[in-house]
């Protein structure tokens, strides 16, 4: 083990490819069906977006009967997959660092019910709803599973993919890394917020190689 002792993973559009839940609870929501051609240009970006595009006016109460839909809907979570290559590089991760998982699910167990069905190597979850906006609550969780992974924030870095993961980490003293591939938010803005921005979940081994050569 090098420098670093522990990584910390979001979820959501991290290492899960959760856009046929989106599409799902805004085609329940807003009762209509969304044809895959166009679905397949919008998927990856953020509700109010989606929802212009789709001739709505993503007012407020829309915005959040949608994401209500997208985060308690229990059921539709069924229609998660791992991102391409997350399960295989976290598990080659895992038997070097100590792997935690914080997450803007509502609870720990819809979490540890993904990271099961699809073999991603189990580790200490914290869990909190966060809704759009509240990505700050992550700065406790991440304290609570510095704890739990018996960690402190130099020894660790986090993975996300919204600019809430990088700004949380940063005022826990974590240092982040943002994935773009499925966040909603362009790759230049994240730079702004994260320490560290790579394309891909499976660019991140390597990427680690040469984080630990770095003198900080």
């Given at each position: ?6 990584m ?5 559009a ?5 856009t ?8 329940e ?18 509700f109010p ?6 001739g ?8 959040k ?15 998660d ?19 935690g ?5 509502p609870?720990?167990r819809l979490?540890?019910n ?10 200490p979850?914290?869990a ?12 406790e ?7 739990k ?5 130099s ?5 996300g ?14 240092l ?7 966040s909603?938010v362009?790759?230049?803005v994240?730079?702004?917020h994260f ?8 660019d ?13």
């Open positions: 083990m090098g420098k670093f002792k522990a910390i993973f979001d979820v959501d991290t290492i899960c490819d959760n046929e839940r989106k599409r799902r609870a805004i085609e929501t807003l009762n209509i069906i969304i044809p895959d051609e166009i679905y397949s240009r919008i998927k990856k970006r953020g977006d989606i929802i212009r595009t789709l709505f006016e993503p007012g407020k109460d829309v915005v009967k949608v994401e209500e839909r997208f985060l308690e809907d229990e059921e539709l979570y069924v229609l997959k791992p991102v391409e290559g997350a399960v295989g590089t976290l598990n080659a991760l895992a038997s070097i660092y100590e792997i998982y914080v997450t803007g699910r609870n720990e979490a540890l993904f990271l099961k069905r699809y073999g991603f190597p189990l580790g979850v914290m909190r709803r966060i809704g759009s906006g509240e990505g700050m609550k992550k700065v969780m991440f304290k609570e599973i510095l704890k992974l018996n960690a402190s924030p020894e660790s870095v986090s993975v993919d919204m600019p809430e993961d990088g700004l949380a980490s940063r005022t826990v003293g974590i982040s890394v943002g994935v773009a591939e499925f909603t362009e790759a230049d994240m730079k702004n320490d560290y921005v790579i394309e891909r979940i499976a991140l081994p390597k990427f680690l190689i040469e984080l630990e050569r770095l003198d900080f």
